[in-house]
Structures are given as structure tokens and as C-alpha cells.
């Protein structure tokens, strides 16, 4: 595939066991895999849905000519390698949550996959991160940018904060 038939995907990322150590690794794994990354700001916030440790969250952004299925299959591959246990439990600690937020600007609902992911809507660690690195991008349901979906937002009862977390950010820069 050309690199013109690539694709702009959103990630998001998550940790809070061990975070610091975990999401730098996923990082470094996702670089390998997809090349040049989107970081945004790491940012803290409480548990939902469980009394737990903070998280860690950011947004990550790659290009890829892999298929969702296929994004969706690698990530959770990287998840596994850094002690990722799944239990029926939604909600729980873990080593490593990544999910694929957006493949593009379709709207998909196959093989187990939902795009673009509710979460976004649904939570300030996600939009406020995906805000920053995908400023105008519009949200293919919503018909607004992720900047507008943000400032609309109620983040009331959702307190984040940002951290330092060395993630090599040297590429920060948005994707062209």
C-alpha cells in the first residue's frame, strides 16, 4: 500500500500499574511496529468504575495501511507482552490498556470492533489527549472537531491533570 492509501489512526493508551514503566515500553513497541508517532500530553486521573490507583492516559497517533482488525489485533499482542491480564471485569487495574479510538473517518461495527470508539465521547482522558494532537479532525458520527467536542464537554466530575512522562518526544509534532 501506498503511503497515500495509509491510514490516520487514534489510540489511547492507558496504565496504572506501574505506568511509569509500562507505557514508555508500549511506546517504544508501537514506534517499532508503526513508525512515526503523535504523542500527546500524559495525563493522571482517578480510577472509573473501581476504587484503584490513578492512571496514566495519552492519545497516540500512527499511520498504517493494516486493516482495524489488524491495528486492533497488534495492539492487543503488545498488550500481552507487557502482562496484560484480561478478566470479565470492565473495569480493573492493568499494566497496559490500548485502544484503537478512530481508523480514519469511517464508521465501523464488525468482528467486535466499534468505530469511532465510545470512549471518546464518554470520557475526559480520552477527548481532552485526542483534542490536543487532532485539534480539527471532525468525529465521523458527531460532525464536530475534537476541539469542539472538548470545549462542550462536562469534565466536571473528571479531574485530570498533566504529567512529565519521558516518552522520547521528539515526536510530538503532528503527522501530516
Not at 498504517?64 to 489485533?73: D, G, I, K
Not at 484480561?86 to 473517518?105: K, N, V, W
Not at 470492533?113 to 494532537?133: G, H, K, M, N, W
Request: hydrophobic residues 40%.
Amino acid at each position: 500500500m501506498t503511503d497515500s492509501a495509509r491510514v490516520r489512526a487514534w489510540l489511547s493508551l492507558g496504565s496504572n500499574q506501574s505506568p511509569r514503566r509500562y507505557l514508555p515500553s508500549a511506546i517504544a513497541d508501537l514506534r517499532q511496529h508503526f513508525g512515526k508517532l503523535t504523542i500527546s500530553t500524559v495525563y493522571e486521573s482517578e480510577a472509573v468504575g473501581f476504587a484503584g490507583e490513578n492512571f496514566l492516559n495519552l492519545v497516540v497517533g500512527i499511520h498504517t495501511s493494516l486493516s482495524p482488525e489488524a491495528v486492533n489485533h497488534r495492539l492487543k499482542e503488545i498488550e500481552q507482552r507487557h502482562g496484560r491480564v484480561r478478566s470479565e471485569e470492565r473495569f480493573a487495574a492493568r499494566t497496559l490498556d490500548i485502544d484503537l479510538l478512530t481508523y480514519g473517518d469511517q464508521i465501523i461495527e464488525r468482528d467486535g470492533i466499534r468505530l469511532p470508539r465510545d470512549e471518546i465521547l464518554r470520557y475526559a482522558f480520552v477527548l481532552l489527549p485526542l483534542s490536543e494532537v487532532a485539534a480539527d479532525e471532525v468525529h465521523p458520527e458527531e460532525g464536530k472537531s475534537y476541539q469542539q467536542l472538548w470545549r462542550g464537554f462536562d469534565h466536571s466530575g473528571q479531574a485530570l491533570w498533566p504529567v512529565v512522562l519521558d516518552l522520547e518526544r521528539e515526536d510530538r509534532t503532528p503527522m501530516e
